[in-house]
């Protein structure tokens, strides 16, 4: 078992199965050290997406739930494309897109779910630049999609 996966374990958490592309793309694209993930979203333990509509029948508590449940997404995703998460040299950029009404201000509150995920599990190389945008629609109605670049070892 990885360091991070052990992490994972001691906070109680597990990565989910990765999930297949609903569209026509790959879950990853890996250019020399750099992966750069296509958007993810978080699911419920039965598999259904978090779904909603942050400001309109979604809280900021809710939304942050599911931004760390699409980071887990993403994490399993990348340790489908790269083998090992101890492979993981720095996030780079995390891009989170939350599911808005048009009242909504404050997706970076949202998007914090995910990055204090990355920055609880890896520390220094955790901490990443980042974007945090609402927008008016997402796909299946997800509350969160959020990609991330990863740079990782050779």
């Known amino acids: 078992m990885s360091r991070i996966e052990a992490a994972l374990k001691e906070m109680g958490l597990t990565l989910p199965p990765a999930p297949a592309p609903s569209g026509t793309y790959v879950r990853a694209v890996r250019v020399g050290n750099l992966v750069f993930q296509a958007g993810g979203s978080g699911r419920r333990e039965d598999g259904s997406y978090i779904t909603g509509k942050l400001g309109r029948d979604t809280t900021v508590e809710e939304g942050y739930r ?13 340790k489908q494309e790269i083998g090992d998460l101890d492979k993981v040299t720095r996030i780079v950029k995390v891009f989170g897109m939350v599911n808005s009404d048009l009242e909504f201000k ?30 008016a629609s997402l796909p299946f109605g997800v ?11 050779e």
């Open 106 to 135: 404050d997706p970076p509150a949202v998007i914090n779910g995910c990055s204090d995920l990355l920055v609880e599990l890896f520390g220094e190389r955790g901490k990443h630049a980042r974007s945090a945008v609402g927008m």
């Open 143 to 153: 509350a969160v999609e959020i990609e991330m670049v990863v740079e990782v070892a």
């Open 66 to 78: 599911a931004a760390r449940a699409t980071g887990l997404t993403l994490l399993s995703n990348l």
